[in-house]
């Protein structure tokens, strides 16, 4: 079992920076392939980012490529987004998702998650 919250969230204007933390509890989170999910107001939940249990691969969806960067501390049991030229279309609840896989390969499917944080809002205004 793993338990995740996300932490991070907030309120910036177009342009501006913010950093998403995922505190993983439970054991083996070095084994856990991580990933980064958001919902905008009606919308479908979109994937975001992927990183790999050791960190050797990372995939970004096209929408924030060169903008977010996706990290993890296997040592701290973190993993966190780096969002940086947020734009109003980042609006949305993000989460993040855990599965036990120690591979690298690349996971971006949400069904192929076993595990959920409760999500942190981030609002981008214009």
């Known amino acids: 079992q793993v338990q995740l919250v996300e932490s991070g969230g907030g309120l910036v204007q177009a342009g501006d920076s913010l950093r998403l933390s995922c505190a993983a509890s439970g054991r083996a989170f070095s084994s856990y392939a991580m990933g980064w999910f958001r919902r905008a107001p009606g919308k479908e939940r979109e994937f975001v980012a992927t990183?790999?249990?050791?960190?050797?691969?990372?995939y970004y969806a096209d929408s924030v490529k060169g903008r977010f960067t996706i990290s993890r501390d296997n040592a701290k049991n973190t993993m966190a987004l780096q969002m940086n030229s947020l734009k109003p279309d980042d609006t949305a609840v993000y989460y993040c998702?855990?599965?036990?896989?120690?591979?690298?390969?690349?996971?971006?499917?949400?069904?192929?998650?076993?595990?959920w944080g409760q999500g942190t809002q981030v609002a981008v205004s214009s």
């Open positions: 998702a855990a599965r036990f896989l120690r591979s690298d390969t690349i996971v971006i499917s949400p069904g192929e998650y076993v595990y």
């Open positions: 990183i790999s249990w050791s960190g050797g691969s990372i």
